[in-house]
């Protein structure tokens, strides 16, 4: 079955889960800053990481931008 959004919430506190969302993708952010050295916006490029796990890396950029998160697979 494919992630719709319409599948039941996270499992938790939702503030807890905002945060770890919050943070990991300021992580990616920094990767991205550290990975993409010689791009004019390094922060715009894709790291290499995102590339090889473009599902997880769209998911993450996705919920850290408000998009509820699907627990369905």
């Known amino acids: 079955m494919a992630a719709t959004g319409d599948g039941p ?3 938790g506190d939702p503030r ?3 945060v770890d969302v919050r943070v990991a993708f300021d992580g990616l952010l920094q ?3 550290l990975t ?3 791009a004019a916006d390094p922060v715009a490029v ?3 990481w995102e590339r090889l796990r473009t599902v997880r ?6 919920e ?10």
């Not at 890396?57 to 996705?62: G, P, S, T």
């Not at 850290?64 to 369905?72: D, H, L, R």
């Open 36 to 38: 993409n050295g010689g």
């Open 46 to 48: 894709p790291a290499r």
């Open 16 to 18: 807890v889960r905002a």
């Open 9 to 11: 919430a996270p499992a």
């Open 64 to 73: 850290a931008a408000g998009m509820a998160p699907s627990a369905v697979d």
């Open 31 to 33: 990767i991205r800053r």
């Open 57 to 62: 890396a769209v998911a993450l950029a996705l």
